[in-house]
Every structure is written in C-alpha cells, then in structure tokens.
C-alpha cells in the first residue's frame, strides 16, 4: 500500500473510532479528535493490569504521558516501580523523564502528571535508561492481533525503536495499551515494518493476550524524513554514529 494510502486508511480508522467514542459519551474530553482517547474507566483498567503478573514482577516501567495512561503511571510509582516517561515530541538529547519512587518530591498522584514530571523530574539520555520490563502505550484503535494505531504523530514507534536498538527492549518486555472497549476494533488496521503492536489489551473488563504482535528489530531509517531526524536529537545523533 502506498504511503499516502496507508496514512488515509489509518486516518480513516481514527476518525471511526473518535466518533464511536464521542457517540457513547465514553470520553472525558469535550473533544475526543486528534488526541489519545482520555476514556471513561482507565482507572479500572489500570486496576485490571496491576492483577496481571506481568504487572507484578515489573520493577521498571516506560510509559506513555498520555491521560488515559496516568492511572497507570500513578500505580506504578505508588508500587515502587521505576516510571519512564517520554519528554513531548522527543525534543531533547536527553529524552525521557526519570521518575524514580525512592526520590519524589511530590506524591506520584501529581508527579505522574506530564506538567509536573517535567518540573520535578531529570532527563535521561536513551543509553541511561535501565532495561524495561513493561511498556505502556496509548492508543487510539487496536485489533486482537496487537495491531494498533495512535494519534498519528508516530512518535510511540520512534521510541520503541531507539530504545531496541539500545538493548532495553528484550524478549521478555511486554507491551501493553489500555483503551475503552470500543477501542478494541474489528476494522482492519493497516501497519508497517515499523508499526508496533502489542502483547496485552487491557480494557475496564476485559485483558486480552495478542498471539504474534510485530516488534520493530530498530529503527527503519528509510521511513524517516531528514526532517523528522533533525527534529529529534536522539535520532539524529544515533543516525551519526
């Protein structure tokens, strides 16, 4: 599929699924488009995710800023699990929050916030980064396969493929989005070598466990503009060697 076709259909995926959403007042958001889902009952799948023994014997976390996803950062912090969390846009050398539970200032229910983590917390270079056991993605549409899609800034990718390329993503990281129920989708959902997909679906009332999720092997410079490289520091220092 061509690259213009592909952004269409994965836009088109968006648009159903932010519409489906607004229809079922399953939001908080007034407005629900062009944003990670902020959906009702991400609490109570942050709960069912903390039962899972994934969650269990994770000590070190990366984790999206996302709102539907601060339930989720909240419980690890408050669970004595290291939190990783992206700085905006990747925009830094260093760019990833550290928000370590044994040095908070402030109780994890304010540093997991994005605006506070980013005055409370140091940045880290990706190679400072400890190995991960867990990492959280938002989304706004998944498949039962594991394929997902976000907002469409790919920003969840480039990550997921600096930090395997660094060795912090091994066999044993699984990858987990929580999302509302209708997030969950029977639409076909386009990907890409670089697209990353997910080994658990967490959901208010249900988990499921994805068969073969695609895992990126690193980062796929031939879908980058030089643009986009320059834009980000960490690409384009790894892109130089």
Known sequence: MAANSLDEAKQAVRTRIWSTLTTADAVHDASVHGRIPNFKGSGEAAARLARLPAWQGASV???????AQLPVRVRAL?????VYMAVPKLATLKPFYLLDPTTLT??????????????????????ALRPLDLII???VAVNRDGARIGKGAGYSDIEFALLTEAGLVTAETVVVTTVHALQVTEMPIPTTEH?????????????IACASPHRPTGIDWSSLTAEKIGAIPALAARQRG
């Open 78 to 82: 408050e669970e004595g699990k290291t």
């Open 106 to 127: 402030v109780p994890p229910i304010e540093a997991a916030h994005s605006r506070v983590a980013a005055t409370i917390a140091p940045t880290v270079e990706v190679d």
């Open 137 to 139: 993605l938002g989304s």
């Open 195 to 207: 697209d990353v997909s997910v080994d658990l679906i967490v959901t208010p009332d249900e988990t």
């Open 61 to 67: 976390v990366k984790a999206v800023p996302d709102k």
